[in-house]
């Protein structure tokens, strides 16, 4: 390639380096820049194999010059920061030497008949993103965030999500009364009451609605549901966590859909 | 209750604050000091109705007044601590204005037949902890954590977990070779071969070896495994977040059991 392609950065007032702080660093940053932060080589890559293209790939110093094919030739426009000023960008504990930068990609109109995942008021960044995992693996395509929820494109959602994101519908920051635009019934998870999930039949489509880590979902949403499931826990009296029960729901529906 | 059972720390070089700092922020110092710091009125109340009995209850100085009576008469020997210099203590975002040191428990024997959980050089404090939550209220009783597996009674992981750690068998830091001890049958998971998880009979009890998050279970382990699952995903090629994988399988054992 030639050198015109790759722009080096030396300076900490680079008005780039200034933006990916931000975006690493803000979990609500992307709405305002209107870009996303990919930092490390897993999860570039798992957005390259959702057909991703990134608008910026971003290398440190030194491992610019080894940096593997794939990932130096991501993108048209390469920016190489020294080490120092890259490792400060990073939120991380252990700072990686590359990212990509992405145009945020549009809003996708609801889709009335999509399986579908909506979550209420959750919190933690971890347990979105493997709920989006999750939703990916079992052929969940749409997800609906309503206001509340933790931002679905923030740094930590992006990583526990590993490239989930690329393949779903996201739609975030709406009322509930959105979820009159789904012609799927709604399923609502409860930790003490409903049909066991075990013994109860699914519909397929449906939106599976996963509540708030301590609240779960809200009366109001719930209200809204067709079916109420809760998850049998012989063990004893604890709730589980809402991305392990989220898993075993969008697991138990997928499987009652192939048999 | 007298004056005398309440002691109050000003100083920031007081020893017990010493010690909950490094107990806060170092996963592993718990097994150089023999103490747990749970931090937070909701672990603490999970602890709590575990049976738990904390040696050290510690509180802010202005939440100490307020303090409800469970948390407050909760041990025997109280620590009013003022409110900047408990703050430092923390390892959250948000610190809280109480927590409880406990004593490690003493490390349990391996129980030959019971359902049990492995964890093979699992890196992430929240998937650790969300397996432990997972393994409880499935009825799996005992947890090996193989060397290189995150620390067990780690604050993270103590968050995640929930309280679970108080009702499990936990035992952590061995080699495989200790598994040769167990009566049950050993199930790996895997992403890319095995039986189908919903097709598949399961035995019960049993132990399932869940994987690092990277690499899955090690070829060595697998090799002693009677009994090879995947999890099917329809929604693509992407493998699932381990917690969520753990989840799914536990409670299918669970289910497969009661049917």
Redesign the interface.
Known sequence: MSVSDVQHVTSRDNPLLKDLRKLAQDPGAYRRLGRLWLEGD?LCR?ALARGVRPAIAVFSESFWPAAPVELAQAAVKKIVIADALLAAVSGLESPAPMGFVLDLPDRPELLPDAPTVVLDRLQDA?NVG?IL?????????QVVALKGTAALWAPKVLR?G???HF?LRLIEGVDASVLDGLTVPLVATSSHHGDW??KARLPHPCAWLMGHE?QGVSAELEARASHRIR??????E????V??????CL?AS??A???
């Open positions: 897993h798992a971890g493997s995992r999750s939703a990916s693996a079992f052929g969940f395509s526990a590993m490239g989930a393949g999930l075990h301590g998850i049998a826990q012989p063990g004893g604890e709730s589980l966590n991305a392990a029960a989220a898993a075993i697991h997928a499987a859909r192939e048999a």
